[in-house]
């Protein structure tokens, strides 16, 4: 479409979802222990997610082979 907003706009689905679908759907996201789902899954990303390295030099290898190259 001609002037629409791309972030917007999806390809159509290859299949059109059925009413089971629907309510099937609607069952499993309309629980009422949906908050607990979430934060159990917000808390287990955050266990995974890396610590900064924010001690870390990211160009300290650069650094040591500059080095090492200078003294040969």
């Known amino acids: 479409m001609p002037g629409s907003n791309d972030a917007l706009s999806h390809a159509a689905p290859l299949a059109p979802l059925r009413e089971r679908d629907v309510d099937a759907l609607a069952n499993w996201?309309?629980?009422?222990?949906?908050?607990?789902?979430e934060a159990d899954i917000a808390h287990?990303?955050?266990?995974?997610?890396?610590?900064?390295?924010?001690?870390?030099?990211?160009?300290?290898?650069?650094e040591e082979f500059m080095t090492n190259k200078q003294r040969r």
């Open 44 to 62: 287990c990303l955050l266990v995974l997610w890396p610590a900064p390295c924010w001690e870390d030099n990211p160009f300290g290898f650069l």
């Open 29 to 37: 996201f309309g629980r009422d222990d949906m908050g607990a789902i």
